[in-house]
């Protein structure tokens, strides 16, 4: 037998006669090249849809002048020391030269690179300093060297040394951390997906090739197309592969260790994106979002992926009561079209931060303080706490002017962006009023506010409108019949992260209310709007991030993408626009009870005869909102917060979907190996063929399964005889023959005699007279179908047998 200690080394060459000739030949294969460079450049494709900067797709070039340089390097005589030097040359040139046409046409070459290094120089004094780098030319720089690093490594390792593995294992690497900071990571997910895949095909190539190699000096019998049975086995593992890799995520969602395990691994790598943040600060989206979701019009949309990304981070002073909940406020909305919000500003305005020109109304029961916020990435749109009063850059501000003089504040923007890194100062006017104001503030409403705020369109059903007063009926004053269809909302509506389409010629809210009862914080804030406004209540959509994790410690929120959040602002007379939390993923809005007359009403209880208000164990001890301890880490104590009662199932579907699929394959394969109209060799067989051919010692439970897939069909038909013995608690013996145990079966199930005895007779014939196993097809056909049966009538056996127990001992009936 061919000894596996004496086997050549792994690497593969041309039929090498002189072994003192192997330094000068190089290995070659066109299929193994060509995969690795489509492999190479779909990763700089990867790397162009991000659109982090402009001209990125210089990147795409750099990468297939690297691998084809790789590789013809690969193939040359020079020494590994002369080929890094020939690479890092050809590098300069190409990434220079390319760097160079970014400056357009009729620039002197000699401008061209005094620019470069210029620009290269200062880029790099910034981030030494710690400064923002706001010219993306180091990010190209960057990201053209390390790909033309990686690609002509990756040909040079191919042609030189045949190790798939490192041809591709480095770029790949690359290519998940790429991938894991784009902003639509989940639907670009298929070029990673391609890029194993070729990978895949790429390590089962070189394989193939070394083992044929192997095969040919040892003299081994090739099938002729064991190449392509190599490839449709890779095919196969690498789709089943990643297919589970795309469904584990999933499926992890819904198991808290896996969770917590994944938190663990891309921690670092969150971190040191946090340290790089001023290197990448000239990048769209760095942080992998789009910052400015809220434009003009505002749809509600079917959702949207979110992440635990962080977009800013607000230092705020103490809280002067737990009543106070914390809304970074982007922009208002106040006309509800139908279909979607849009706005009805009278003026827009430059601002400057040292001289303000608009004038704002003065309001009662209201704290004014000053926050800080850090970007993390770019920000057109200032987000501020609701009704902001001054912030620290100039720009534009987008104003409601009222007859009065006054003017409402709609949003700020800056240009340029707050870019990652920077920081900006905000004044802000934050509602600290009690339970007991807002009850005593009366109906005595502006028209220039109902003009606008009580506005509803004509497609608002007429049940909608119903629903709301019905709601409201047992109460009379705005506060406790807002509090009312609040409590509503949480208790009746679902919270979902995406909803289906709208059906088309219906009122999204009568929808949403009364069919559909689930939606994220757009279809909450929404439908409470339009409730309130039907019973004569001004209300207004606010959309902007929700407060964020706290770090008591430094009084510090960090705000991520998850919290990105829309809700109801109500307006009260004599202390303006007050808000309100409907969306069920938020912790309900607590605010201090003011009067202890009027404590009866509390939270959601009202002021209705016979309410009770719920205990508040928090404020009774005197603790601040959310102080008490839960046991919980902090990051477990923010994500049980943001939990709906109802998780999602996406991930038990997307495993579901996955055993579907594996399901699937199986009844496939046996149904063609148990196929009698058309047999074929089994899997089983031909892998432990392969063991066999390679040298390699098969393991003993492929031997098994090979040698059962190797028996005549009608021989596997009898083993269902055995099956059921042991099903029946009465396993056969070895030293019992094929007779014995039909017999001893017979006598267990009477009613399956004729069937046994048809097995037995197709099991004799096969292995005892001349036709060896080579029977007509009807006799094989008719073993499936006996063997079929009698696994049928074990079954009923076994539930006849299992219900008997519970019959009562004079009802008792033999089990057939």
């Not at 470069?116 to 200062?122: A, D, H, P």
């Not at 198991?255 to 994944?262: E, G, L």
């Amino acid at each position: 037998m061919y000894n596996q200690t004496n086997r050549p080394s792994g690497r593969v060459s041309r039929l090498m006669q002189n072994p003192e000739q192997e330094t000068l030949n190089r290995w070659w294969d066109l299929p193994a090249a060509l995969i690795l460079v489509v492999a190479v450049f779909l990763a700089a494709v990867r790397l162009n849809a991000t659109n982090w900067t402009d001209e990125l797709v210089m990147v795409q070039t750099v990468t297939l002048f690297a691998v084809v340089t790789g590789l013809a390097l690969g193939q040359s005589n020079f020494s590994s020391r002369t080929v890094i030097w020939f690479s890092a040359a050809y590098a300069v040139f190409t990434i220079i030269w390319l760097l160079g046409l970014t400056f357009g046409e009729g620039v002197l070459w000699q401008e061209r690179l005094a620019s470069l290094f210029g620009r290269l120089s200062i880029s790099l004094d910034n981030l030494v300093r710690r400064r923002a780098v706001t010219d993306p030319i180091m990010f190209l720089f960057l990201m053209n060297v390390m790909f033309w690093i990686l690609s002509a490594h990756a040909g040079y390792t191919l042609t030189r040394h045949a190790n798939a593995w490192r041809a591709t294992l480095p770029l790949g690497v690359s290519l998940f951390i790429i991938h894991i900071h784009d902003p639509f990571w989940t639907s670009r997910s298929w070029f990673l997906a391609g890029y194993i895949f070729l990978a895949l095909l790429l390590l089962s190539r070189i394989d193939f090739l070394q083992k044929r190699q192997t095969w040919r000096e040892t003299r081994t019998h090739m099938p002729p197309f064991i190449g392509l049975d190599f490839l449709r086995t890779t095919m196969i593992v690498g789709g089943l592969l990643i297919l589970f890799a795309w469904t584990a995520p999933a499926m992890a969602a819904n198991f808290p260790p896996a969770q917590a395990a994944w938190q663990r691994v891309s921690r670092p790598l969150y971190e040191a994106r946090a340290k790089m943040t001023n290197a990448f600060a000239s990048l769209r989206a760095t942080v992998g979002v789009v910052q400015d979701y809220y434009g003009d019009v505002l749809p509600l949309g079917r959702g949207n992926t979110l992440t635990d990304v962080v977009l800013f981070s607000v230092e705020a002073p103490p809280r002067p009561s737990s009543g106070v909940r914390y809304y970074w406020r982007g922009r208002t909305y106040d006309i509800w079209t139908g279909t979607d919000w849009q706005n009805n500003l009278t003026e827009v305005a430059s601002f400057s931060p040292a001289e303000p020109n608009f004038i704002l109304p003065n309001l009662g029961g209201r704290w004014e303080a000053s926050f800080t916020f850090t970007a993390l990435t770019n920000m057109p749109t200032i987000y501020s706490p609701a009704q902001p009063q001054w912030i620290s850059r100039p720009g534009s501000v987008f104003l409601t002017a009222y007859p009065d003089g006054t003017t409402e504040v709609n949003r700020f923007t800056v240009s340029p962006s707050i870019r990652p890194g920077e920081q900006y100062n905000a004044t802000a006017s934050v509602s600290d009023v009690t339970e007991a104001e807002l009850r005593a503030a009366g109906t005595r409403y502006p028209s220039f506010i109902t003009d606008t705020y009580l506005e509803v369109p004509p497609s608002i059903t007429r049940r909608t409108r119903d629903l709301a007063a019905e709601i409201a009926a047992p109460f009379d004053n705005p506060y406790d019949q807002v509090d009312a269809v609040t409590q509503w909302l949480r208790e009746n509506i679902t919270y979902q992260d995406t909803v289906p389409v709208p059906p088309q010629g219906r009122d999204i809210i009568d929808w949403l209310l009364f069919d559909l009862k689930e939606g994220f914080c757009n279809y909450y804030a929404t439908a409470e709007i339009i409730m309130l406004r039907s019973l004569g209540i001004p209300a207004r959509l606010a959309v902007g991030y929700a407060q964020g994790e706290s770090e008591p410690e430094t009084g510090t929120f960090v705000v991520r993408q998850r919290d990105a959040h829309a809700w109801p602002e109500v307006y009260f007379p004599g202390y303006g626009w007050i808000e309100f939390e409907p969306t069920l993923n938020q912790r309900p809005l607590r605010r201090p009870a003011g009067n202890p007359l009027d404590e009866a009403g509390g939270e959601g209880g009202g002021s209705g005869e016979g309410a009770v208000a719920p205990l508040d164990l928090e404020a009774l001890l005197g603790f601040e909102e959310g102080s008490l301890d839960t046991g919980l880490t902090p990051e477990e104590d923010a994500a049980a917060e943001n939990i709906s009662p109802l998780a999602s199932n996406w991930g038990w579907l997307a495993a579901g979907g996955f055993l579907i699929v594996l399901g699937g394959v199986y009844t496939w394969y046996r149904g063609r190996v148990f196929d009698p109209t058309n047999p074929m060799i089994p899997i089983s067989i031909r892998l432990e063929n392969r063991f066999t051919r390679s040298g390699y010692a098969s393991p003993h439970f492929l031997v098994r399964m090979a040698r059962r897939a190797g028996l005549p069909i009608e021989a596997r038909a009898y083993e269902q005889i055995n099956r059921s013995l042991r099903w029946m608690g009465d396993p056969p013996k070895t030293c019992e023959t094929p007779a014995e145990r039909g017999r001893a079966l017979q006598v267990i199930i009477p009613s399956a005699g004729d069937t046994i005895l048809h097995l037995l007779d197709t099991y004799h014939q096969t292995i005892y007279c001349s036709q060896n196993g080579d029977s007509p097809v009807s006799n094989r056909v008719e073993a499936v179908r006996a063997s079929r049966s009698l696994r049928n009538q074990t079954l009923g056996a076994i539930f006849k047998r299992f219900f008997a127990r519970f019959q009562e001992p004079a009802q008792r009936k033999p089990l057939v």
